[in-house]
């Protein structure tokens, strides 16, 4: 499904440059859950940008569902971050004047058109039907992460990404995102990559790959 | 439908979170279309004034007045000649057609004498048909009649402030008052007409029959009897044009004119004067709402401000909203709206204060306006295109930003 070959991402820094991925190489299959770890500034975020379409890379190919998406146009990227991709991030980035529900209407908006019902089922699964009306401010860290998974679940993406998830809470809030995010992908399929700085929920993946100075230096299987 | 909706109930939320802000920021448009409007409502009040002002000399009034006349080169002012005759008057009365009457009257400055009160006053001797060509009307008494013309009777019809001043209150009629060195008898007083225009107000009026008996009407060479002026009114209004022509073609003859010469005439239809006066109103209140429109712009740029600011705040919003899925039209046309939203609204608001304003201007009779539909149309479609104007950058620069870099920013 993801197919990274030699990808290599050089950021301009005021006269130098600073190289964040050299010639990475990388296949995620259909349905896998992955596990990204390494050190900070390994490159990790960088990467998952790069699956997630939000940046593209200074050369190498990235091919997405056999598409070629490296060197498409900023309107064809947001159109498959649209479809095709949905984000959690470690910050929840919900929009503080929505309420969940509008949150995760959001979540639809640019990828077809809001439904509520179907948000609202959305929120369900995330076990916050009762909380739709609910400003983030009014909900905890753990309640919010999971009214970002369901904005991210809600347009049904083939594939989601979260960039540390659980880094903002605690422990047990933190299984409960793992432990909705496992069952997501053991029950719809979804091909999910996590960063994650966290062993214990590296191993809830099937695969962990490790980072460091923007190059694999290990993948085990789990 | 729904494509349209969503970014509207977008704006919507962004003004109603900042309801100061948006307050402030529709306050300038509010008051540079509140200006606009009750500045361009006084102009065209003032305009529909004085064309009203017009309609009661009538409209359908034309005036030929003596040329300017050239003697060894030197020009007097128009009006100095003395070509028009009553003979003319007659010629025109007779030869063109669409005329329904036709009033010469030759007027001159003479010391009136009332008891105590003496004053110089303008004394025109006139027709009978001077009071309905010139739309004038009787406040007490009566105009003189046909017969009291023919035989050049002694009687006078005083304009209403030369009765105020040689009468105060009394009743003036069936008085006797000495002019030059004839004794009259004031028959009637005419009703105020307003001081524009060579008002008839300040006039005395008694037949030009009469007249004749006390001052020496010059004749030309011809030996025909001199006029001031000639008015007359034209049965259809239409034709006001094709009247003027005949005149001018007739009077030319009349008066020997080659075709080279100029006219020693001039002819002026109601009409024509009220289209230069409307003109010129129009153009004091074109000037009026041109100053206005200067707060209107400050105003959008004020927006503009705005919208750079809640751009620049909102960068972390963009980024979601890109990291979701938003092209950069969906972000541009987002915030594009909002500013419109914001400047619709203060179009809106503007309108109603300004007409409240110069519903209040007239109602403490200051001033007469006349708020009408094609600027309030302009004002509010100027004011969503200011929006749409100083909202593009803003919108522009929201919508390019990088979304890894607006999600990361705080």
């Not at chain 1, 995620?28 to 596990?35: D, R």
């Not at chain 1, 490296?70 to 929840?92: D, M, W």
């Not at chain 2, 001043?165 to 008052?177: E, I, N, S």
């Not at chain 2, 600011?309 to 594009?336: C, M, N, P, Y």
Request: charged fraction near 20%.
């Amino acid at each position: 499904m993801i197919k990274l070959q030699d990808i290599t991402k050089v950021y301009p820094m005021g006269k130098r440059e600073l190289t964040v991925l050299r010639r990475v190489s990388l296949t995620i299959e259909q349905g896998e859950l992955v596990a990204i770890m390494g050190p900070s500034g390994s490159g990790k975020s960088t990467m998952l940008n790069l699956i997630g379409c939000l940046d593209k890379p200074t050369s190498g190919s990235y091919s997405l569902e056999g598409r070629e998406v490296s060197r498409l146009g900023s309107g064809e990227l947001a159109g498959i971050r649209a479809n095709k991709i949905g984000f959690v991030f470690q910050t929840f980035n919900l929009l503080p004047r929505l309420s969940a529900l509008a949150n995760v209407e959001l979540g639809m908006r640019y990828a077809g058109g809001v439904d509520r019902k179907q948000a609202m089922e959305a929120l369900t699964k995330v076990g916050l039907s009762d909380r739709a009306n609910h400003r983030p401010t009014e909900l905890s860290g753990g309640e919010q992460q999971r009214v970002a998974i369901a904005r991210a679940l809600v347009k049904n993406p083939p594939l989601i990404l979260a960039d540390e998830p659980t880094g903002n809470l605690d422990s047990r809030s933190g299984e409960e995102i793992i432990s909705i995010l496992t069952s997501l992908h053991a029950e719809q399929g979804i091909t999910l990559v996590l960063i994650t700085h966290d062993a214990n929920i590296a191993h809830h993946c099937q695969r962990i790959i490790h980072l460091m100075d923007g190059q694999v230096v290990s993948e085990e299987k789990v | 439908m729904k494509k349209w909706f969503e970014p509207l109930a977008t704006a919507w939320v962004g003004v109603v979170t900042h309801k100061l802000r948006s307050f402030l920021t529709i306050l300038g448009i509010v008051i540079g279309v509140a200006a606009v409007i009750s500045l361009m409502s006084i102009g065209k009040g003032a305009q529909e004034e004085i064309l009203s002002r017009i309609e009661t000399l009538g409209s359908n009034l034309i005036t030929i007045r003596p040329g300017a006349f050239t003697f060894r080169g030197v020009g007097s002012a128009a009006g100095g000649a003395q070509t028009l005759t009553i003979e003319d008057a007659e010629a025109i009365a007779e030869q063109v057609p669409y005329i329904s009457s036709v009033a010469p009257y030759y007027s001159s400055n003479l010391q009136v004498v009332v008891g105590g009160e003496n004053m110089n006053s303008q004394v025109t001797g006139v027709t009978t048909e001077y009071m309905p060509v010139n739309n004038l009307e009787i406040a007490s008494g009566t105009f003189f009649s046909e017969s009291d013309y023919q035989r050049g009777a002694k009687v006078a019809v005083l304009g209403s402030s030369v009765k105020d001043t040689l009468y105060a209150d009394a009743d003036p009629v069936g008085q006797q008052m000495r002019m030059g060195t004839i004794i009259v008898r004031v028959i009637g007083v005419l009703e105020s007409k307003g001081q524009m225009f060579g008002s008839s107000d300040d006039a005395i009026f008694i037949p030009l029959t009469a007249m004749q008996q006390t001052v020496a009407q010059p004749r030309t060479a011809q030996g025909e009897k001199v006029v001031s002026s000639i008015s007359l009114t034209v049965s259809d209004k239409e034709q006001a044009d094709y009247v003027v022509e005949e005149i001018t073609s007739l009077l030319r003859t009349r008066h020997q004119l080659g075709p080279l010469d100029d006219d020693d005439f001039n002819i002026r239809s109601m009409e024509e004067i009220a289209e230069a006066v409307s003109e010129a109103t129009g153009t004091m209140t074109l000037l009026l709402g041109a100053i206005a429109a200067i707060s209107l712009l400050v105003g959008g740029i004020g927006v503009m401000n705005i919208m750079l600011v809640s751009v620049l705040e909102r960068t972390r919003e963009i980024g979601i909203r890109k990291a979701l899925g938003a092209r950069e039209h969906d972000i541009w046309l987002q915030f594009l709206i909002e500013a419109a939203f914001l400047t619709f609204t203060g179009g809106i608001i503007g309108v109603i204060v300004g007409w409240v304003v110069s519903y209040v201007v007239s109602s403490m009779g200051l001033m007469t306006t006349l708020v009408s539909a094609d600027i309030v149309i302009l004002a509010v479609s100027v004011s969503v295109g200011i929006g749409l104007f100083f909202g593009f950058y803003p919108a522009w620069n929201a919508s390019r930003l990088n979304p890894i870099e607006a999600l990361r920013s705080e």
